[in-house]
């Protein structure tokens, strides 16, 4: 089986532009979480979608936005981007969502806010 | 709340020695899930290990072994022999029952194996 993808893999955007991420979970897998990871807050969880629907939300401001799609495809979405938003993204996917699941993560999407 | 701390930041051993990567957890919870994830270089996190909170029998898979004592609240992890290939981030992480998939991770350790 293919692992969990994430594209772009690196970005540059400048402050104020707005970024979409994408991530494909893993064939067959439903539920898929993001985390920001930064030198200063280590890896800190963003949401988590299931099903297409939200089921958690770390603390971030909104600009900070994202959807599931039918086929368990997710997007992230930053507004209004800051220079502290510079950060590894990082996509991990689980089958069912459940307290049995492990999350398998992709290699990320490395983005730069000038 | 829950928390958890990987108190070393850094440690730098020789090849063939062995290594133990700590990692200390809190939580109110019953029941929980503890994990550790191996990040090279390229960025990637790689799933190692899944302990649930009923089942504290340790784990051995090849070099690797995990100690998990609830008495202490720890989840330590050991590396035999170890190997360059070995050197990467390391990372302890925990995440409640229920219907959440999220991870609460520590700041991780940087094992770097010298040749």
């Known amino acids: 089986k293919a692992g969990v993808t994430q594209t772009p893999r690196y970005l540059i955007k400048t402050r104020g532009q707005q970024v979409t991420l994408s991530c494909s979970p893993i064939s067959g897998h439903r539920s898929v979480s993001w985390y920001q990871q930064t030198p200063g807050q280590g890896l800190q969880f963003l949401f988590e979608?299931?099903?297409?629907?939200?089921?958690n939300k770390g603390n971030f401001p909104g600009r900070f936005s994202g959807r599931q799609f039918s086929n368990s495809r997710s997007e992230m979405n930053v507004s209004t981007l800051e220079l502290g938003d510079s950060a590894l993204y990082l996509c991990a996917s689980s089958p069912r969502g459940d307290s049995t699941d492990t999350q398998y993560f992709g290699p990320g999407t490395r983005l730069t806010v000038l | 709340a829950q928390k958890v701390t990987q108190a070393q930041t850094e440690i730098s051993v020789v090849e063939k020695e062995d290594v133990t990567l700590d990692c200390v957890y809190e939580t109110r919870d019953t029941t929980y899930y503890l994990f550790w994830y191996k990040q090279p270089p390229s960025g990637e996190l790689v799933f190692l290990i899944r302990r649930n909170s009923f089942d504290e029998q340790n784990e051995i898979s090849g070099r690797y072994s995990w100690n998990f004592q609830k008495s202490t609240s720890s989840f330590n992890f050991t590396i035999t022999a170890s190997q360059v290939v070995d050197s990467a981030v390391y990372f302890c992480?925990?995440?409640?029952?229920?219907?959440?998939?999220?991870?609460?991770f520590g700041t991780g350790t940087l094992l770097a194996v010298q040749p």
């Open positions: 992480a925990l995440r409640a029952g229920g219907a959440t998939n999220k991870l609460i």
């Open positions: 979608y299931f099903s297409e629907t939200q089921r």
